[in-house]
């Protein structure tokens, strides 16, 4: 596709049930991001995938978060055990080459909500 | 991780040119000025990015002072729909990092009808 893909756009869960997010970055693209944007605050890095290396998941903010990036492309980030807390935008976004200074591409998001 | 200062907001009106600022004393040699911006509910865009010359594209353009310790960016006829947060970002590998995006609070601009 043109553009970074994030699916559900919108996903409403109970406290305690595990979610999952999907990002689809743009092909060839070949580093990923996750970011969470919690309401008027600012965006939140959590992990990041760059080809075959050991992905950076130094801003994950516990272990119930995980994320896994299959064949260099489509991502999935886990949620265990939601939370209230865990209620944000949470953005992929991904760039081609980001020794040379490309620019970074953004899914719209997908807003979760823990009730 | 080398940091940016940017108002936290401005105001312009319709037509006219806006120029956004963004302090970074603390630039290495290899990274690069990356502007973003935000739009309600919406995720981040991206806008422009440059290394040490001046940078123009249909967007926009960046300004980029000799020293590099600061830049503008500049918006030349601004409309309704460029009301939104911009972001100034330094990306490189300075200290061992990855080029991960590091976004602080932004100027939120405003422009008047």
């Known amino acids: 596709g043109a553009g970074v893909s994030q699916s559900p756009s919108n996903k409403v869960t109970e406290k305690g049930k595990d979610v999952e997010l999907r990002c689809d970055p743009i092909s060839g693209h070949t580093a990923l991001y996750w970011y969470r944007q919690s309401l008027g605050q600012g965006l939140e890095f959590l992990i990041y995938f760059q080809g075959n290396s050991a992905p950076d998941k130094s801003g994950l903010p516990s272990d119930r978060f995980s994320a896994e990036r299959t064949g260099g492309s489509v991502s999935t980030l886990t949620i265990q055990r939601t939370q209230q807390e865990d209620s944000a935008v949470y953005l992929c976004?991904?760039?081609?080459?980001?020794?040379?200074?490309?620019?970074?591409?953004f899914g719209s998001g997908t807003r979760l909500t823990v009730v | 991780d080398a940091k940016t200062t940017q108002p936290n907001s401005m105001e312009s009106n319709e037509e006219e040119p806006v120029h956004l600022p963004c302090n970074h004393s603390t630039i290495s040699g290899t990274d690069y000025i990356h502007w973003y911006r935000q739009l309600p509910s919406q995720g981040p865009e991206y806008v422009i990015h440059?290394?040490?010359s001046n940078v123009n594209n249909r967007m926009a353009s960046l300004a980029i002072a000799e020293d590099r310790k600061s830049s503008t960016l500049i918006l030349h006829r601004a409309t309704l729909r460029d009301a939104a947060v911009y972001y100034c970002i330094l990306v490189g590998n300075s200290g061992g990092s990855n080029y991960k995006l590091t976004f602080g609070k932004g100027t939120l601009l405003t422009v008047n009808p």
């Open positions: 976004a991904s760039t081609w080459m980001e020794s040379s200074g490309y620019g970074y591409t």
């Open positions: 440059g290394l040490t």
